[in-house]
Nanobody
Framework: QVQLVESGGGLVQAGGSLRLSCATS????????MGWFRQAPGKEREFVGVISWSSGSTYLADSVKGRFTISRDNAKNTVYLQMNSLKPEDTAVYYC?????????????????WGQGTQVTVSS
């Protein structure tokens, strides 16, 4: 079955960097995309970014453009979220997710599989 395991979260000071990883297994779709979402305490989960596994095309939310990047390592079946210039408002649980249809989409409901999440805390 499909499994997604996030790692790399932690506590960092404002202005610092973290790299989140999402290791995948069981993905047998001919094309799919990997998304990153986050959920801060008391808030709804929100879209962060997405990468097409086949083309490598990415799309990022305006709130993180210029600070975050998404990449993938095909050999390791892993997608990364590099987060630079972190701000306290980036504090959230970060989730990776799979859209088995390979869409570049920001819609949470279009992602069928989800990881368990990893906590990112940015102190001021």
């Amino acid at each position: 079955q499909v499994q997604l395991v996030e790692s790399g979260g932690g506590l960092v000071q404002a202005g610092g960097s973290l790299r989140l990883s999402c290791a995948t297994s069981g993905l047998t779709f001919s094309r799919y995309s990997m998304g990153w979402f986050r959920q801060a305490p008391g808030k709804e989960r929100e879209f962060v970014g997405v990468i097409s596994w086949s083309s490598g095309s990415t799309y990022l939310a305006d709130s993180v453009k210029g600070r975050f990047t998404i990449s993938r390592d095909n050999a390791k079946n892993t997608v990364y979220l590099q987060m630079n210039s972190l701000k306290p408002e980036d504090t959230a649980v970060y989730y990776c997710a799979v859209d088995q249809h390979g869409r570049i989409t920001t819609m949470e409901r279009e992602y069928e599989y989800w990881g368990q999440g990893t906590q990112v805390t940015v102190s001021s």
